[in-house]
């Protein structure tokens, strides 16, 4: 028997958890699914318009023509006699605009926030999760509509509505990430070596914590593509704006009449946010291997 | 001479971990122990001794090779003559604070194996329980308490009670005092020693602190990679150790005098991974009688 | 408490640090109550004690890490630290700010658990590097060059390599190794070791404690280290500070603590540490001798 002891001790052949999440990730059949459905979305959202150039606006034939008619486009026209199809490529840029950005919002308070509740504990966190507690106890489709109605409407101003009323959750799930770290030794050791508060709480903690903060931001980017949706529903989108929920708001009388006008839209609007559940849900499962099929 | 407690023949327990790779934690293990011995196990983190312990009492199942019984083979048993059989095999754990259900009494865990073996009346095992309590050095009184308001110590005196409900002839002592602080290991340790005395337990002691393992044992194996490299009585293995891995491991083991201390060199090194690729696997070694009952792997 | 405080290298050299009538309190609990000691120029001082002694807070408190995440408190008690130009400080009256600079500049700290004291996210050479890009204000690749530097002085093999991996790559002792590393490379003057070899296996933690030894000769760090392990007091410290239920119950030179223990607690101690080579000659095992003492647990049973 030769060298009893060596140098090069081969620790547990894993991945990095970054990549080994990817591969499980690229495992699995309804997250990848979901990438191509998110996929296909994008490129009709942003080729579809100019591949398709059609005005959505423009009253092209009689109203109410469903699919398969003569000279009449895929989808059928609305109760105005506009292209459905029209509607539908050209819908998609301000739900995912809006939603994008809306997310972005949710992810900005809702992680400082949260963040800071956890890391500093104690009174602040009490101070800053009661705020967070009433922003959580307001029925969220109400409270964005209180804000839209308020200001002329914009695609920014619903954003900033809909990221508001989602990030309490984000919020949350950040805050309990960073109690269940804080305690661990390589903060400690971190704070040993002198390193400032707002360093260990971007740069040690949140990368510890990104793999559940990813998952509710895919997750939440599918919520705020129905929030986006059942705002514009509303008419309280821009009405310059043709979105998806637009589309179906107007042609709600027409239902009975021309299934069509709503069932495009709404399979669109269908087809983004399963697409991002599946993705979210494949996340959740690669990075967290063990708690596949709960 | 009579026949020995336990014999492990030939043992062998592999964990495929993905790949096609295994993971060879005990190899051709071989040793038998006598009723009233003590074998220790020694080694480091990864060399198999807790697989090993595991399949003594078959919490494991082994890839190949036997654990005789009192002359009975229990690998091959079923589950009814495994029942039976497992009153006479015991294992106490290294956390006690894991292994007692926190929200039943004391008392209630202590009487469990006794219930679930329907040995006596409720009242017979009330009586048993508080005689248990009594000789590991708890008062009966405690039977109604909680774990959580018990320390460490009390604790693994606790599940060195229930282990001794089934009156066993063999206990297993899975790194059982290293979570304890030193005077509390102390006691816990001449405790166990004790109820060896009176009540003719085997035990095989299971643990990777050799000061201790050297007060405690009749006879000692060492374990490197999963196989025993050398075995044999406590004093050749500490006073006269044939193994370059057991030398080195004495050697490491610091010793509560200063004036003892020897210099450190200053060298790197640990023990290779027990993964094995796809298609390898370890060669076994060759134990070589060195004296009677000591034996160490032949070294190139 | 028996009051020796004569440092190993003479009575008049000046402490480097002097923790003076220190108590630290969790909420209701005293965890240190009132302990008092000094820490000399190049000198290995352990803290000794069970769990529940209070030695562990003592080196968080040095820090004022103890204040940070946990609950607990100082209340009282100076932390006297003299700094390289002669000017001591109480390190208990500094700002947040002022303290960050004192941590790992001039007192480091490396912790138990190789395991978890390393960030799992960033490569071991990036984490080393930041430390001394914290302090020394120089950029990364300077940091990177002290970090592969610091790497061969605690005999990390093939350094280079090993810069560009991370923790979970690493076996314990190599990431033990890295903490050191970590630790050491701004030159501090103290270094606080808590239970630096208690999660390693015993022939890694033989070669740690040979490294530390090494290391104090050619850094001329003050090393405090804070175990429970009598055997590692024996191999590396000068002078050895017993605590128990939060006090200090003795405290003196190696020798003389382990040969002349004057309380009954050290002895009690001493009694219940197995020590190998102890039972040469003997067939049987044979209990320990041990002496009858007062401990957290007993207590624990009244209550």
Same mark, same amino acid.
């Given at each position: 028997m030769t060298g009893l002891f060596v140098n090069d001790v081969e620790v547990e052949a894993v991945a990095p958890p970054g990549r080994e999440a990817l591969r499980l990730f690229f495992r699995n059949r309804a997250a990848v699914f979901g990438l191509i459905l998110l996929i296909f979305m994008i490129l009709m959202t942003y080729l579809g318009p100019s591949l398709y150039d059609q005005d959505p606006s423009r009253i092209i034939a009689i109203?109410?023509? #469903?699919?398969?008619?003569?000279?009449?486009?895929?989808? #059928?026209?609305?109760?105005? #006699?506009?292209?459905?199809?029209?509607?539908?490529?050209?819908?998609?840029?301000?739900?995912?605009?809006?939603?994008?950005?809306?997310?972005? /919002?949710?992810?900005?308070?809702?992680?400082? /926030?949260?963040?800071?509740?956890?890391?500093?504990?104690?009174?602040?966190?009490?101070?800053?999760?009661?705020?967070?507690?009433?922003?959580?106890?307001?029925? #969220?489709?109400?409270?964005?509509?209180?804000?839209?109605?308020?200001?002329?409407?914009?695609?920014?101003?619903?954003? /900033?509505?809909?990221?508001?009323?989602?990030?309490?959750?984000?919020?949350?799930?950040?805050?309990?990430?960073?109690?269940?770290?804080?305690?661990?030794?390589?903060?400690?050791?971190?704070?040993?070596?002198?390193?400032?508060?707002?360093?260990?709480?971007?740069?040690?903690?949140?990368?510890?914590?990104?793999?559940?903060?990813?998952?509710?931001?895919t997750l939440g980017m599918g919520a705020a593509i129905l929030f986006e949706a059942a705002l514009a529903f509303l008419g309280l989108g821009d009405p310059n704006d043709v979105s998806w929920g637009y589309l179906i708001g107007q042609n709600r009388g027409s239902v009975l009449g021309g299934w069509w006008t709503v069932t495009f839209p709404g399979l669109a609007i269908f087809t983004t946010v399963l697409s991002f559940s599946l993705i979210g849900d494949g996340l959740q499962d690669a990075f967290n291997p063990k708690l596949r099929g709960r | 001479m009579s026949a020995p407690l336990v014999e492990v023949r030939d043992l062998c327990k592999v964990f495929p971990v993905g790949g096609g790779s295994n993971v060879h934690a005990v190899e051709h293990v071989?040793?038998?122990?006598?009723?009233?011995?003590?074998?220790?196990?020694?080694?480091?983190?990864?060399?198999?001794?807790?697989?090993?312990?595991?399949?003594?009492?078959?919490?494991?199942?082994?890839?190949?090779?036997?654990?005789?019984?009192?002359?009975?083979?229990?690998?091959?048993?079923?589950?009814?003559?495994?029942?039976?059989?497992?009153?006479?095999?015991?294992?106490?754990?290294?956390?006690?604070?894991?292994?007692?259900?926190?929200?039943r009494s004391v008392g209630k865990a202590v009487a469990e194996p006794l219930t679930i073996h329907g040995k006596g009346t409720a009242s017979e095992i009330d009586d048993r329980v508080?005689?248990?309590?009594?000789?590991?050095?708890?008062?009966?009184?405690?039977?109604?308490?909680?774990?959580?308001?018990?320390?460490?110590?009390?604790?693994?005196?606790?599940?060195?009670?229930?282990?001794?409900?089934?009156?066993?002839?063999?206990?297993?002592?899975d790194e059982a005092v290293s979570a304890l602080d030193v005077s509390i290991q102390a006691q816990v340790v001449n405790l166990m020693m004790e109820l060896q005395a009176e009540m003719g337990l085997s035990y095989l002691f299971i643990s990777h602190d050799l000061a201790v393992v050297e007060r405690v044992s009749h006879r000692v194996a060492v374990m490197y990679l999963g196989q025993i490299v050398e075995i044999g009585p406590r004093s050749a293995i500490f006073e006269n150790p044939q193994h370059s891995y057991t030398k080195r491991l004495l050697d490491a083991v610091p010793i509560a005098d200063p004036r003892a201390r020897r210099d450190r060199p200053l060298i790197t090194g640990e023990i290779p991974s027990p993964v094995w690729e796809p298609g390898t696997a370890p060669t076994r070694v060759e134990l070589v009688e060195i004296a009677p009952g000591h034996l160490a792997a032949r070294e190139d | 408490m028996p009051n020796e405080t004569s440092p190993a290298q003479g009575s008049d050299a000046e402490a480097i640090l002097s923790v003076r009538d220190l108590v630290v309190t969790f909420g209701s609990f005293t965890a240190v109550n009132g302990t008092s000691f000094d820490l000399f120029p190049g000198e290995t001082l352990a803290v000794v004690g069970e769990s529940g002694s209070g030695k562990s807070v003592t080196a968080l408190s040095i820090m004022r890490l103890v204040e940070l995440g946990t609950r607990?408190? =100082?209340?009282?008690?100076? =932390?006297?630290?003299?700094?390289?130009?002669?000017?001591?400080?109480?390190?208990?009256?500094?700002?947040?700010?002022?303290?960050?600079?004192?941590?790992?500049?001039? =007192?480091?700290?490396?912790?138990?658990?190789?395991? +978890?004291?390393?960030?799992?996210?960033? +490569?071991?050479?990036?984490?080393v590097a930041e430390a001394v890009?914290?302090?020394?204000?120089?950029?990364?690749?300077?940091?990177?060059?002290?970090a592969l530097e610091m790497f061969q002085q605690v005999r990390i093999p093939d350094p280079e390599q090993r810069l560009e991996q991370f923790p979970h790559e690493m076996s314990g002792g190599m990431r033990q190794r890295v903490m050191i590393a970590m630790a050491l490379s701004c030159d501090p003057r103290v270094l606080i070791a808590d239970e630096p070899t208690t999660a390693l296996d015993v022939t890694i933690q033989a070669q740690i404690l040979g490294l530390m030894r090494d290391l104090r000769q050619t850094t001329g760090a003050a090393v405090m280290i804070i175990t429970h392990d009598m055997g590692v007091v024996a191999e590396v410290a000068d002078r050895v500070v017993v605590m128990n239920q939060a006090e200090i119950v003795e405290q003196g030179d190696v020798y003389d603590l382990f040969e002349n223990p004057r309380e009954r607690y050290t002895q009690a101690l001493l009694a219940a540490v !197995?020590?190998?080579?102890?039972? +040469?000659?003997?067939?049987?095992?044979? !209990?320990?001798?041990?002496?009858?003492?007062? +401990?957290?647990?007993?207590?624990?049973?009244?209550?």
């Open positions: 109203p109410l023509e #469903g699919p398969g008619t003569e000279d009449i486009p895929a989808f #059928g026209t609305d109760y105005l #006699g506009r292209d459905v199809l029209a509607g539908v490529v050209n819908g998609g840029d301000t739900t995912l605009r809006v939603s994008l950005v809306a997310t972005l /919002i949710m992810v900005l308070i809702g992680v400082s /926030i949260g963040a800071i509740a956890g890391f500093y504990g104690g009174r602040v966190d009490t101070l800053l999760m009661r705020f967070t507690e009433v922003f959580q106890v307001m029925p #969220g489709l109400l409270f964005a509509l209180v804000i839209v109605t308020l200001f002329e409407p914009a695609w920014w101003k619903v954003a /900033i509505a809909i990221g508001v009323v989602l990030w309490p959750s984000l919020a949350r799930l950040t805050r309990a990430e960073f109690l269940r770290l804080r305690n661990l030794e390589f903060v400690k050791a971190a704070q040993a070596i002198g390193t400032s508060d707002f360093r260990i709480m971007f740069r040690v903690l949140l990368p510890n914590a990104m793999p559940p903060l990813i998952v509710a931001t | 071989d040793f038998s122990l006598d009723a009233g011995e003590t074998l220790a196990v020694v080694g480091e983190s990864g060399c198999g001794k807790s697989t090993l312990a595991h399949l003594v009492i078959r919490l494991l199942e082994p890839t190949s090779g036997s654990v005789h019984l009192d002359g009975v083979d229990i690998t091959s048993l079923g589950n009814r003559a495994m029942r039976e059989h497992r009153q006479k095999l015991q294992i106490i754990f290294q956390d006690p604070f894991a292994s007692l259900d926190p929200r508080a005689q248990l309590f009594e000789r590991v050095g708890l008062t009966a009184d405690m039977m109604r308490q909680f774990p959580h308001q018990f320390s460490g110590g009390q604790r693994q005196r606790i599940c060195i009670a229930r282990a001794l409900a089934l009156e066993p002839q063999l206990v297993i002592a | 607990g408190k =100082i209340e009282q008690g100076e =932390i006297l630290f003299r700094r390289d130009n002669g000017e001591v400080v109480d390190l208990v009256g500094l700002s947040e700010n002022e303290m960050r600079e004192v941590r790992g500049n001039d =007192i480091s700290m490396i912790f138990q658990e190789p395991l +978890t004291s390393l960030n799992p996210v960033y +490569t071991v050479g990036n984490q890009q914290l302090h020394q204000g120089v950029d990364k690749a300077e940091g990177m060059a002290r !197995p020590r190998l080579g102890s039972m +040469t000659g003997l067939d049987e095992p044979a !209990p320990f001798d041990l002496v009858e003492m007062e +401990t957290v647990e007993m207590k624990q049973v009244d209550s």
